[in-house]
Structure formats: structure tokens, C-alpha cells
């Protein structure tokens, strides 16, 4: 499995020839066949366009959006796949993913979803899902912050459910260790160096002091912090989160370029700078294959956007609902 990652492969657009290898390698030809780069283009053939500007216009308003809007395409696909559950309010007899242990009063970027929907609905009524604009959202959200490019794979159709259950069960906590990390990765198709490349979105974005003030005040331990954590920014972190309250204070997941999407945040990773446990967990101990991944991208940075490109597709294959499953909603909120 990973040896198609030793190749230096150079940052790609995606082709036709990357699609099918991803799909070769991994064995999931079927839903490949299924999703396919070109499914709008006669019916919709104006939805890249308009999701780019939506995205754009968003990303100037506040830069942070694109961090926010690629973290709730990856916290739709780790529950029922990627079918934009995660979108659905609560109802009387159902309680959706977003009031969730990992989601609650933490995922941003629902008025740009419905507003990119909105657009795109007044061109093409009816037409393109909830999950494939948040698909191309989270795409363009990285080329604005200076990531790579693909092509994504598109024909996914919305889920009429959301689980509770499942968001509190699948989704990685900022406090997970290495092998639960990558028990719930492997639980979704995907491998260890997927959970080190998709990772690597944390080079851009935002976490609150609650996600981590466990790692600055222990007071199990005569309120010592976590010994992995470099004592400087430890000092940095303590500071912006005091040990009573602020823990809706926010710190840079990447402490060296936070808004540009590069490898710096592996580099801060060996320097013991990760700003969460399931962050610094990667290059914990180093001797283990998530280290040498985190070793081998800060040297080829290349290698890096590459295999981004690759995991996003790979993301984005799970568990698609194509064909006459689920619908096409009109306000990516409720139910038709």
C-alpha cells in the first residue's frame, strides 16, 4: 500500500491517469467508474465556477474559512461518507451530527455552504448536491490558501439521515493517540500515510484552548504540562490560555504560517511545536513509519502536495450515495 507513495510524484491537476491509479491502487474501481470529473457538465456546467467565487468571496472576507470549510467536508465523510449529513439540522425525530461531542459550538462555514447552494440553485434548480459543493468547497479552499489542485470526482447524491452515534464514535478527537488514530482511519478505507498527508491540513486553521489546555496544565500531576511540548511555545500557549477560562481563545494550529497551506506544519512537528496531541502523536516516537512520513515530507515538500491531492480523492470515495440513493436538496438544512 504505501509503496505508491515512495515515487516523487510532482503536484498534479488530477488527470484522467491519477483518478484511475488511486483507483487501481486501492481497489475501489467501482465507485471511481461512478464518481466521475465530468458529471455536471452538461447539466450544471457553470458549478465549478460558482463554487470557486462563493469560496473566494469567503476566504477574503475571513481567511480562516478555508480551514473551516475543509474541516466539515472531512467530518461529513468519517460519518455515513461523504453525503452531506453533516449539513442537516436537528429534527423532532432526529439528531444530527452537528450538536456532537467533536462538532458542537466547533464547525464553521454553513452560511457559505448554503450561500455557494443558493447560487448554484438559482442556475441549476435541482441539479448538484450538497455533498459534491462541499467536495468542491474544500478543494478550492486549499488552492486559496496555496495548496494543490485535482480534479474531483463528482456524482454523490445527500443522505436523508444523520447520526449522532456515528459523529461521536468515528470522528478523531484532538486527544487521541497514535493507534486510535490510525484504527479510525483504516476503519474508512484509508491508510497510515493518508492519516499523516490529510494531517497536513492542519498547516492552516484555527484550534481553541479547549482542544489542548489538557497539554499545558496536568493537574494530575502537580499541574505539569506535557513534557513533548518545547518549552518556549509552551509558554506561548499557557500565556494565551490561562488555567481558568479562555478556552474559546484560539491559537494557530501552525505556529510558523498559519494561513499558507505548506509543510511547515510537519517541520514544527519535530520540533515537539504540534499544537494538539493527536498532531504531536505523529512524530512521537521515531522509530515509528508516521515519523519517517513526517521526516520525509518536510524534505520534499513536493511529495507532500502530491499525496494531498491523492488522500483528498481518496477521502472523498467514501461511501458516495450515487444513482437513485438519497436526493438532492434543495437547502442543504433539511429534507425535501
Not at 499558507?260 to 520540533?271: E, G, I, P, T
Request: proline share 4%; aromatic share 6%.
Amino acid at each position: 500500500m504505501a509503496s505508491r507513495w515512495q515515487n516523487k510524484l510532482q503536484p498534479v491537476m488530477a488527470s484522467f491517469i491519477l483518478m484511475m491509479m488511486v483507483a487501481s491502487m486501492r481497489g475501489d474501481v467501482g465507485v471511481q467508474a461512478q464518481l466521475v470529473a465530468d458529471f455536471y457538465d452538461s447539466s450544471c456546467p457553470r458549478v465549478q465556477s460558482l463554487v470557486r467565487s462563493g469560496m473566494r468571496a469567503a476566504v477574503q472576507n475571513e481567511t480562516r474559512m478555508a480551514a473551516s470549510i475543509l474541516r466539515l467536508f472531512f467530518h461529513d465523510c468519517f460519518v455515513q461518507g461523504c453525503d452531506a449529513s453533516i449539513l442537516l439540522d436537528d429534527t423532532a425525530t432526529m439528531q444530527g451530527e452537528k450538536s456532537s461531542f467533536p462538532n458542537a459550538n466547533s464547525l464553521r462555514g454553513f452560511e457559505v455552504v448554503d450561500t455557494i447552494k443558493a447560487n448554484v440553485e438559482s442556475v441549476c434548480p435541482g441539479v448538484v448536491s450538497c455533498a459534491d459543493i462541499l467536495a468542491l468547497a474544500a478543494r478550492d479552499a486549499i488552492v486559496l490558501a496555496g495548496g494543490p489542485t485535482w480534479k474531483v470526482l463528482l456524482g454523490r447524491r445527500d443522505s436523508t439521515t444523520a447520526s449522532y452515534s456515528l459523529a461521536n464514535s468515528n470522528l478523531p478527537s484532538p486527544s487521541e493517540d497514535l493507534s486510535s488514530l490510525i484504527s479510525k482511519f483504516q476503519a474508512q478505507g484509508l491508510s497510515t500515510l493518508d492519516l499523516v498527508t490529510l494531517s497536513g491540513a492542519h498547516t492552516i486553521g484555527q484550534a481553541r484552548c479547549v482542544n489542548f489546555k489538557d497539554r499545558l496544565y496536568d493537574e494530575d500531576v502537580n499541574n505539569e504540562a506535557d513534557p513533548t511540548l518545547d518549552t518556549k511555545y509552551l509558554s506561548q500557549l499557557q500565556s494565551l490560555c490561562p488555567s481558568e477560562g479562555g478556552d474559546d481563545n484560539l491559537s494557530s494550529l501552525d505556529v510558523q504560517t498559519p494561513t499558507r497551506f505548506d509543510v511547515c506544519y510537519y517541520s514544527n512537528l519535530l520540533k515537539n511545536k504540534g499544537l494538539l496531541t493527536s498532531d504531536q502523536e505523529l512524530a512521537s516516537d521515531n522509530s515509528s513509519t508516521t515519523f519517517s512520513y513526517v521526516q520525509s515530507y518536510t524534505q520534499t515538500p513536493s511529495s507532500f502536495l502530491a499525496n494531498f491531492s491523492i488522500s483528498m480523492i481518496a477521502m472523498g470515495n467514501i461511501g458516495p450515495l450515487i444513482g437513485t440513493l438519497g436526493q438532492i436538496r434543495t437547502n442543504c438544512h433539511v429534507i425535501n
